[in-house]
């Protein structure tokens, strides 16, 4: 499994931007994709993830009002829809799939993408 993630860049404050996830050689159908975030110095936080399923969506504290995950299904995409950015946004965005079997769950990581939030 590959994850590809894209989009990140160059912000100005309370402007918005969207970072993609794309999956490729995927053998697999119950899978979560999420976004985590790492900023320099902390640890890599939980941002937001989707059930592959049914579209289901789950948020970490703090970001349900301004960001927002979507999936294209033909592509095998999650999109991160971030708005209203802060400085305290600026991090490295990494997207993962957690697959989800009878003996647990596997997680898989993409690369990051760098999202700077600055005027």
């Known amino acids: 499994v590959q994850l590809q993630a894209s989009g990140g860049g160059l912000v100005q404050p309370g402007g918005s931007l969207n970072v993609s996830c794309t999956v490729s050689g995927r053998t697999f159908d119950r899978f979560r994709m999420g976004w985590y975030r790492q900023a320099p110095g902390k640890e890599r936080r939980f941002v937001a993830q989707?059930?592959?399923?049914?579209?289901?969506?789950y948020y970490g504290a703090s970001f349900k009002n301004r960001f927002t995950i979507v999936r294209d299904n033909d592509k095998d995409a999650a999109t991160l829809e971030m708005n209203n950015l802060t400085p305290e946004d600026t991090a490295v965005y990494y997207c993962?799939?957690?697959?989800?079997?009878?003996?647990?769950?596997?997680?898989?990581w993409g690369q990051g993408t760098q999202v700077t939030v600055s005027s």
């Open positions: 989707i059930t592959w399923s049914d579209g289901s969506t």
């Open positions: 993962a799939i957690d697959r989800m079997g009878i003996d647990g769950t596997q997680k898989y």
